[in-house]
């Protein structure tokens, strides 16, 4: 249509479930995702470790340090099935009751397995692979000496996939989060290869329980279904509602107000008839990066404007009166502290970015 060879893409949107929704759990009918895909061809695992990669930094972009990305292989939970001896009719079936190890005990997921046909000797052989504990490019080579395996097509294949998947990773600085999990089974219907999940743990700032938060992986054939043509591609969603869900538990457990804009600085007069000044410090710190504003009533009282900073969570306010105008000065405020400090006005952009960064490191301090 357009000849595009590749694409990245996302989105922020309302999307529906079919399934039953939970509402204690966090599942709605109808619900925000955040969605990043890359589409056309790739070198293997290319695409898909630079996808693993942003999901840990929008995690840790929003504070989270608690959370584990699981990673498995599609061709490798068939490998394993085929080398239990499991008949190729029964892969799905038994692939779905793996994929409910991390809400059931082993028992209830080797009687479903029982109940769906599969003998009791594959299922322990099941069972000796797919609990194996988590691990990174370890497991890869563990996997590779394991007897039971060797010889297998589709094993060999992802084997090959994770071990360059946790090469890549470790070059582009990916935390060590991501593990290796052999029990990790979902998206049965249209994943091909790579398949990822994250998991908040639980921490004593947040109690609540709302499963995974996001996941991802590769689905060579799915925009096949739709077209002439197969187009691989791999990607990620984010469960928006779900982490914030999260995000306001934490705040509340710390006594932290929930910060509702991303400005930095606001730009406050000290009396009237100071707009156009206003406007030309607003100018300056836009210019350098810096997400300022401003009131847009032509004199707004001082504590008004101060009052805001606190009720939306801004935290440094740069204050212009007639005497900082004289002086060729600011005013420096720093909204929780209620310090105040003159700086020069031509280094006031240097300086707001050594306050913020100050209290960066303060709020961090204080989260550890």
Not at 15 to 33: N, S
Not at 77 to 93: H, K, Y
Not at 274 to 300: F, V
Request: charged content about 25%; hydrophobic content about 35%; some cysteine.
């Amino acid at each position: 249509m357009n000849k595009l060879q590749s694409m990245r893409r996302y989105q922020i949107g309302p999307v529906y479930r079919r399934d039953q929704p939970a509402m204690t759990r966090g599942r709605y009918r109808e619900f925000y995702q955040c969605d990043f895909d890359i589409a056309g061809e790739s070198e293997p695992m290319l695409a898909d470790s630079e996808c693993v990669l942003i999901l840990t930094e929008v995690l840790s972009g929003l504070g989270f340090s608690n959370y584990t990305v699981r990673v498995n292989h599609r061709l490798l939970l068939d490998g394993i099935f085929q080398c239990c001896g499991v008949s190729e009719a029964l892969f799905r079936p038994i692939c779905s009751a793996v994929d409910k190890l991390d809400k059931c005990s082993w028992d209830e997921v080797a009687k479903e397995m029982s109940d769906k046909g599969l003998a009791d000797e594959p299922i322990e052989r099941i069972r000796q692979l797919v609990l194996t504990p988590r691990g990174g490019a370890d497991l890869v080579d563990q996997l590779r000496e394991n007897p039971a395996l060797k010889g297998n097509a589709m094993v060999t294949q992802a084997l090959d996939d994770m071990s360059r998947l946790f090469r890549y990773l470790c070059l582009l600085g990916c935390p060590d989060q991501v593990r290796f999990d052999l029990s990790l089974a979902r998206g049965l219907d249209y994943y091909t290869g790579l398949i990822y999940e994250a998991v908040l743990e639980p921490t004593p700032d947040c109690n609540v329980t709302v499963g995974s938060v996001a996941g991802g992986g590769r689905y060579d054939k799915l925009v096949g279904m739709f077209t002439k043509k197969d187009i691989p591609c791999v990607g990620l969603s984010i469960g928006v509602e779900r982490l914030f869900t999260i995000l306001e538990q934490m705040h509340k457990a710390k006594e932290q107000k929930i910060r509702t804009t991303a400005t930095q600085v606001y730009v406050c007069s000290a009396q009237k008839n100071l707009l156009e000044e206003r406007l030309r410090l607003c100018g300056q710190l836009w210019r350098a990066g810096l997400p300022a504003a401003h009131s847009l009533r032509s004199n707004p009282k001082l504590l008004t404007q101060f009052q805001y900073c606190e009720d939306t969570g801004v935290p440094i306010a740069l204050i212009i009166g007639e005497s900082e105008l004289r002086d060729n000065k600011v005013k420096l405020r720093c909204i929780a502290s209620r310090k105040e400090r003159l700086v020069d006005r031509d280094s006031c952009v240097d300086e707001v970015r050594a306050e913020l960064a100050s209290l960066a490191a303060a709020q961090q301090k204080t989260e550890q």
